[in-house]
């Protein structure tokens, strides 16, 4: 009998160890290619292509940031990308709350068609064409409109907003009624004050999805001052179309080809810094919105 | 004569109804609604194109209408059994490989005992869900390219993003990287409802590890991981157009171009507006078909527990 307690020990053990090394190593996997990532944007790129990447400071640069900070195309991508991301942000957030409001009452009329009107659209959808046609029969291509409202009303976002307002006492709507309020007023003054962690997760969710997008804009905008930042990038990325200028002064063709490589590295790392700056503020959050869309969705 | 009475009835109810709550519908349903309407109903309508030859100055009433010719010119090129394998493989094998790793992921964190050593390892696990497609797409690039990190660790000199053999693999590989973590967020919630006292009590009634796994974590985890899989088997269609169309190349397109890229070609660049459509809907109807499909086996498997 203690003989069997004893094995079971030893091979819990050993199942505990072996999880906790897959754990490490899928960790190790992650932490691996951003930390050179971050090495690479400040390898001199001659010793990068020589030796690889070095902990030497003599073997850094920051000569991928300065070229890249003098790329226009990039500070007018930050610009485009800070005003989308937060008007979208904006206008999505409040009209997800407002609409999510009428749809967590069990009394309110209509809300069985209402919600099957709004589920269906995750569903099934006009696809490409039409939809462009629309945009472009309502005059909203190359305007920063078409960005910014066809994904404003989020359903799924909906619908964490909706079972949020769930979870608070009805008793709270009940005394604000008989002290005379409207929804209009128990919804500002009461409701959305008890609801801030729900709407940090929805705020960073539409942020990071319009910041990180590139879709909407690469076929509505095609004006090139009003690109975001990804499209800037994906330029540089995806596309391998290197600015000239920030190339030149390299006299060889193979030294051009590892500067480039050094602005990508530069680039990825600037591109992301704004969301890498937000996400500990955020992360406390992450699975507090999470658990409400998983119980109750 | 019965059925207008309670009609009456119910439209006098509502007009009470609303005349109390109109806030309700105008201030607050309202601007949510026209957005949906607009930008999600209006496009909708927009399909009767595919059955038209339409042209852009004779509009959606005036084109020639053409029936399912373009569903028969589809169905008859010889593209499309090309288009529908890529598609279908590539998400098959997606939802097959990054379906297990965040449930993997969610049961090793419920391990880690010390809470600050797990909530600095969940901080990592999710760092990669907000690197955006394009960095992604070009951090492939420069870690597979023939003088890429990875080719110097092997010794080798192989162009990844040129090889079709790759196209998936990179795909997948680098969807897990990004997004196991992220998803694994759902079951780490859940399984932090489980009571840990369940737990111990399978402990001291001297269950091992598995066991405790088997007994208490899964059955916890059991409703979230079926309706998860049946969204992301309904979603096998309409696999991320951004990400493929982000990492493909010339030469990698034999397998990397599939249904939505193809519409994406047709419509918008070479501006066969009628075809595209009709290559969207019929994405979209199989799409359909399957989130359907995968709801009624897995109710019926799952005891009548669906989506």
């Known amino acids: 009998m203690k003989k069997h307690v004893k094995k079971g020990i030893t091979q819990d053990r050993i199942i505990i160890w072996t999880g906790n090394a897959i754990l490490i190593v899928f960790l190790a996997l992650i932490l691996v290619p951003v930390v050179y990532i971050l090495l690479c944007s400040i390898m001199d790129p001659s010793v990068r292509s020589s030796v690889g990447v070095s902990l030497d400071v003599k073997d850094w640069t920051l000569e991928g940031y300065r070229r890249v900070f003098q790329d226009d195309n990039i500070w007018r991508g930050f610009r485009n990308s800070f005003i989308y991301s937060i008007s979208f942000t904006a206008i999505s957030v409040f009209v997800t709350l407002l609409a999510a409001y009428p749809m967590s009452r069990e009394d309110f009329m209509g809300r069985k068609f209402f919600n099957a009107i709004f589920i269906f659209t995750m569903f099934f959808g006009g696809g490409l064409m039409p939809t462009y046609l629309v945009m472009d029969q309502l005059n909203l291509v190359n305007t920063d409109w078409a960005v910014l409202l066809p994904g404003a009303l989020n359903v799924w976002n909906m619908i964490l907003a909706r079972s949020y307002y769930k979870t608070v006492p009805g008793e709270l709507r009940e005394a604000a009624a008989v002290d005379g309020a409207t929804d209009l007023q128990y919804f500002f003054k009461v409701l959305i004050p008890v609801c801030k962690p729900i709407i940090a997760v929805l705020c960073l969710y539409q942020f990071v999805a319009q910041w990180n997008s590139y879709f909407d804009a690469m076929i509505y905008l095609d004006d090139l001052e009003m690109q975001p930042l990804q499209l800037v990038i994906r330029a540089i990325l995806v596309q391998n179309q290197i600015n000239p200028n920030l190339v030149a002064n390299m006299e060889k063709l193979a030294e051009t080809a590892k500067l480039a490589d050094l602005l990508k590295y530069s680039t990825i790392v600037i591109s992301s810094v704004p969301l890498l700056l937000m996400y500990p503020f955020f992360s406390k959050y992450f699975e507090k919105g999470m658990m409400i869309g998983s119980v109750k969705g | ?307």
């Not at chain 2, 090793?108 to 600095?120: A, D, E, P, Q, Y």
């Not at chain 2, 390219?145 to 000199?157: E, F, K, Q």
């Not at chain 2, 006292?197 to 088997?214: F, N, P, R, S, Y």
């Not at chain 2, 991320?240 to 990492?247: P, Q």
């Open chain 2, 1 to 307: 004569m019965v059925k207008a009475k309670t009609e009456e009835r119910y439209f006098r109810k509502f007009s009470r109804y609303f005349k109390k709550n109109w806030q309700l519908y105008v201030l607050f349903l309202l601007p949510g609604l026209l957005l949906t309407l607009i930008f999600k109903y209006l496009p909708m309508f927009g399909i009767i194109i595919a059955f038209e030859e339409y042209s852009p100055f004779q509009g959606y009433f005036g084109s020639e209408w053409i029936g399912l010719y373009n569903f028969e010119r589809l169905f008859s090129s010889t593209e499309f059994g090309r288009l529908l394998v890529n598609t279908l493989k590539l998400s098959g094998y997606n939802l097959i490989w990054s379906f297990f790793p965040p449930i993997i992921l969610a049961l090793l964190l419920n391990r880690v005992r010390r809470t600050g050593l797990r909530k600095k390892a969940q901080l990592i696990l999710y760092l990669p869900y907000f690197i955006s497609i394009i960095v992604l797409a070009g951090m492939i690039r420069l870690f597979f390219s023939p003088v890429g990190p990875i080719n110097a660790i092997l010794g080798t000199s192989t162009d990844f993003m040129a090889e079709p053999g790759w196209f998936r693999t990179l795909y997948i590989g680098s969807g897990i990287w990004q997004c196991a973590g992220w998803s694994s967020i759902i079951y780490t919630a859940t399984l932090s409802g489980v009571s840990q006292e369940l737990i111990d009590a399978a402990k001291i009634d001297g269950a091992t590890v598995l066991q405790q796994i088997w007994n208490v974590e899964l059955p916890a985890l059991k409703p979230v991981i079926v309706i998860q899989f049946i969204l992301s088997a309904g979603n096998i269609m309409s696999i991320g157009f951004e990400k493929v169309f982000a990492m493909q190349t010339d030469l990698n397109k034999v397998v990397s171009d599939i249904i939505p890229t193809y519409v994406y070609r047709l419509g918008l660049q070479m501006g066969d507006y009628g075809y595209s459509t009709a290559v969207g809907l019929f994405n979209s109807v199989v799409n359909l078909i399957l989130l359907v499909a995968v709801n009624y086996i897995v109710s019926k498997l799952n005891e009548g527990e669906g989506l």
